[in-house]
């Protein structure tokens, strides 16, 4: 069985038409001036680094929405943080807001704000991407190339860590039927997609029956409610559906901080069933863009994957990829078949268009 497990980095390069940007040379005192960015680029799915940068000025609406303003004196330490990365950055908020003495209540309502702001940013960039890309993606083009090889019928798992939903609508080329959380894994017979961080188009309820609470009133309480571990197919902030059911619903995607726990799972547990049946059976794990830090989904893989002969990595360049191969690797604690050298140089634009994963899905 074959597992693809996609990370930011998948988002990020997702489109043929669009190659991402290389880091710009020292500027020179000769020679033609660097091309301006493209504008359809806006809306470019963002990486980790830049999830809270906004620097071709498009993501203002949703920083300015009055229902996230617990966001605002948090947003400086995102954009700049001083720790190595963002999600450091969140992971030591997180530790401000419950930590044992003196926990920072302000702090619970500042995060519960990201929540609520990842989810309308990743939302509205899957929206904006698609239509500059015409919905023509690498997420298409790998699915297509899976499924051509794939000529037992057998089941793929596709993992991803990200919120949005690229590689959902790119599934709907393949007969793909929506169905709620708990049940997705049987919208379509072979292509298993499972999201172990939540997504933008999935809620939650709060543990508040017969309550009729908006955003602002939410995040206001975040340092005493309680969410549930139901999980329904619906927009968190869309006021046409926020009001429509018996409880009040949140966005079910997980606050990204640097330590991954078995608290930073946001899926149904019938996800996480599906994930540990399939398992066992998996003898060939395809990662694109993810950099194999999630030690609790790491865990899970450790101790199940008694077939595994095969891994792939495709990173935004070799030295990208074998770094994420090594870890991987030293993480679920296996030793990789010594003619195991399958890596992908150049980015999943470059793994489609060239069909560099031929070999390694045929074999």
Known sequence: MLMVIFGAGASYDSSPDFSPP??????????????????????????????????????????????????????????????????QELESLLAEANADVNGDSERKRQLFAVRYYLHDLLLKVTDEWLKQTNGVTNYVSLLDQIRHVNTAGESVCLVTFNYDLLLDRALLSFGYKQQDPENQFLAHPNFKLLKPHGSVD?????????????????????????LTNKYLFADATDPRQMFTFERPIVPAIAVPVQTKTEDTFEWPRSQRSTLEQFLPSV????????????????QLLRSNLPELRHVMVVGRDSADAEQTRSNFATEIRKALPPDNRFVGQRGFTQFVVNREGQSFLEA
């Open 22 to 87: 290389r880091p710009q040379a020292a500027q020179q005192n000769f020679g033609p001036p660097p091309a301006a960015p493209n504008p359809r680029e806006s809306w470019r799915p963002p990486l980790a680094t830049q999830l809270f940068l906004d620097p071709n000025g498009v993501f203002g609406d949703i920083v300015a929405n009055p229902n996230y303003r617990k966001l605002l004196p948090i947003l400086p330490r995102l954009r700049q943080p001083l720790t190595v990365s963002v999600e």
């Open 202 to 226: 999935w809620a939650t309820y709060v543990d508040a029956p017969n309550t009729r609470l908006g955003i602002e009133q939410v995040i206001e309480q975040a340092d005493s409610i309680k």
């Open 283 to 298: 003898t060939k794990i395809l990662i694109i863009g993810w950099q194999a830090r999630e030690a609790h989904f790491l």
